[in-house]
């Protein structure tokens, strides 16, 4: 079992930046390859992001390539989401999510463990 808890969130200006942190539990968290998706109202859960278990590769969205790093340090079972220059359409609730296959990372169903989402808001 591996829980999944974010953290970071909040209210910013266009064009402001904003760091999320998922923090997991569990001890094979390192074997995880780890994701960022969100959710606007109304809409569909979006990938964002992801990186694989030892870091060493990373996986961005269009939408958000350029603007958001995905990072995590294993000795403290976190993944983190660095995110610039932030628009009013990344508005979103954030997910953390992980996943124990190396395959269909920008894929929700893939993911086997959740959080319970961040709110971010990105005013004009």
């Known amino acids: 079992q591996v829980q999944l808890v974010e953290s970071g969130g909040g209210l910013v200006q266009a064009g402001g930046s904003l760091r999320l942190s998922c923090a997991a539990s569990?001890?094979?968290?390192?074997?995880?390859?780890m994701g960022w998706f969100r959710q606007a109202p109304g809409q569909e859960r979006d990938f964002c992001a992801a990186?694989?278990?030892?870091?060493?590769?990373?996986y961005y969205a269009d939408s958000v390539k350029g603007r958001f790093t995905i990072s995590r340090d294993t000795a403290e079972n976190t993944v983190y989401l660095q995110m610039n220059s932030l628009k009013p359409e990344d508005t979103a609730v954030y997910y953390c999510?992980?996943?124990?296959?190396?395959?269909?990372?920008?894929?929700?169903?893939?993911?086997?463990?959740w959080g319970q989402g961040t709110q971010v808001t990105v005013s004009s």
């Open positions: 999510a992980a996943n124990h296959r190396s395959w269909g990372v920008t894929t929700g169903s893939s993911y086997d463990y």
């Open positions: 990186i694989s278990g030892r870091g060493g590769r990373t």
């Open positions: 569990g001890r094979t968290f390192s074997t995880y390859t």
